[in-house]
Structure formats: C-alpha cells, structure tokens
C-alpha cells in the first residue's frame, strides 16, 4: 500500500534552512541517518515540483512521483520498511544545504554528481546520465550551440546549466550571450514559451518532461550538439558510510536483476502523467553499461 504523502513546500524548506543555519554547529551535528529514521519514525525526501520525469507534483493534493521519487521511496522500503515517509519541496538552489544540515535525508531531485558538490554532500551510484541540450520554439532558427553568441539563453538558477553557457560564451569568444534565469524549470521554461528567451538549456530528460507537460508539446524542439553529459544520482549526507551502503546496495541490487530498467522505461518511454505522453527516450548505451557496472564517479570524469 503506497505511504500517503506529508508534504512541506518550499517556502517551509527556505524556512527550516534559515531556522537551522543560526543554530550552534554542535546542534547540528546530527546522528547517523540510520539511527535518526529509526529514532524518530520518519524519513524525510527531498523532491522537486517541477522536473518531470525526475520528480514532480502530480494533481491537486501534490503527490509527487517520477523517476528518481520511485528509486528514492524504493531504496527506502528496503532500509526503512517501517518509517514514514515525508516528502519536502526543494529546489537546485537549497537541496544541498538542506542534506547538510539534516533537514532532508536524501534528496530525490535530479542532482548533478561533481567533485564540488562532493564536498559537501555524498552521491549514490549513478542512475542517470543526462545531456544538456537547448530546447527552442519549432519555428526558431537555433540548432547548434555555436549559434548562441548574442541570443537570449534562458535556464534555472543553482544549474549546471548556467556555468556550461557561461564556458561556451568563452569559447564562443563573439558577442556574448545573456543568460536569464528562471527560479525554477517551470519559470525558466514560460522565459522561452513567452518569447522572452530565444532558448531554455537543461538536462534533455528534463527539457523532453517540459514539453510533454505543456500547452502544446508540438510547438517545441530539443536541438543542437550536447554542451555536455552529467552523471545524475540521489544525494545524501556526506561522512555516512553506512547509509551510502546501504542505498548502493539496494539500487545495485536493482539494476542487476532488471528492475531498474523496468522502471526507466516505466518513465522515459511510457506514457506518463498528467498528460499520458512519452518522452521517448529509450535507454541508452553510457546508462546500459552504469546498470551492469555501478558508479558513483562525478562529472569530471565524463568530460576527460
């Protein structure tokens, strides 16, 4: 039976970020995460509300569900069969201070895995493995990344995106191109849908979610070479090793039985909610190789 869902917004997660920074460090050391589910009878799940097929919220009583959601309440059913689960509204902006500080006990949200973030946080092996491409209006003339110089580039804020637009204005080395920044994918995406942006760059699962899920899934295309390929993991608190292993264990033991790709197709090339349309991405080569040969190695390894 599924667990009903508490959820808290992500004004209450701004606010228990805040309340949680001015507390001494020694209060906020916190027990291991095991202990701390097991003590308290709860597990709380950082999820977005706005990144389709990843994780977001679903009708009016803001169910959230997609991929990285089911491998997240998966893992836990496992580790934590007994607690319950209470799911928290995130963005890219707080989700790592939230792990941190104890908020959030693992974040389901599609995160980047780098050797920055590294510092801060642990990542679980990867479990996706993203492009970042530009989606665009069917009528736009963009279609390579070496058209951008001098265009209105639109993409959310705490992003990879942004820093990978930032190295191709650089490399571009013309006129530069002006990045707008929307506070999450769903406002980054009205920046293009509107026409205030002649493009939104992001994660190509992501931009393919946006489309289905909008007005008009025809008006759109994803376009252009990939401005680069992101290992794409759940994240947890770092100097934890026993909850790192046990989250492993439970997605390892999925992908080699086949489940997990049951559950990729599931998201990616099944018709998913609210609209019933597939994303069409089937799995592909760089993934079908992490399923048979789990890791955890950040982004920099995949741009050597």
């Given at each position: ?21 001015s507390l001494p460090a020694q ?254 991405l089937p799995l592909g080569t ?19």
């Amino acid at each position: 039976m599924a667990i009903l869902p508490k959820t808290l917004t992500a004004g209450a997660a701004a606010l228990a970020l805040a309340c949680l920074a001015s507390l001494p460090a020694q209060a906020q050391t916190a027990t291991p995460t095991l202990e701390k589910i097991k003590a308290s009878g709860k597990v709380v799940l950082g999820v977005r509300e706005t990144s389709p097929p990843m994780a977001y919220a679903l009708g009016a009583n803001e169910k959230y569900v997609g991929y990285h959601v089911e491998l997240c309440e998966r893992v836990l059913k496992e580790i934590a069969p007994d607690a319950k689960l209470e799911y928290m509204a995130v963005t890219a902006q707080n989700t790592l201070p939230l792990v941190q500080n104890g908020t959030l006990d693992i974040g389901c949200g599609p995160t980047t895995n780098n050797t920055a973030r590294q510092q801060q946080v642990a990542f679980a092996v990867t479990t996706y493995v993203s492009e970042v491409r530009m989606a665009v209006r069917k009528d736009s003339d963009l279609k390579s990344i070496s058209q951008l110089a001098g265009r209105t580039i639109a993409a959310s804020t705490g992003t990879t995106a942004v820093q990978l637009l930032r190295k191709q204005e650089r490399a571009l080395g013309g006129a530069p191109i002006k990045t707008v920044l929307g506070k999450d994918h769903h406002e980054s995406f009205l920046l293009l849908e509107s026409g205030r942006a002649d493009a939104f760059v992001l994660d190509d699962n992501l931009l393919a979610g946006m489309i289905a899920n909008s007005k008009d899934p025809s008006a759109y295309r994803i376009v252009g070479e990939p401005l680069g390929a992101e290992p794409i993991a759940l994240l947890f608190r770092k100097d934890d090793p026993a909850f790192k292993t046990a989250v492993d264990g439970v997605l390892t033991k999925l992908m080699q039985s086949g489940e997990m790709e049951k559950i990729y197709t599931k998201w990616f090339v099944n018709p998913i909610p609210p609209k019933n349309v597939s994303l069409n991405l089937p799995l592909g080569t760089t993934l079908r190789q992490l399923f048979s040969a789990p890791n955890d190695k950040p982004l920099e390894t995949y741009q050597q």
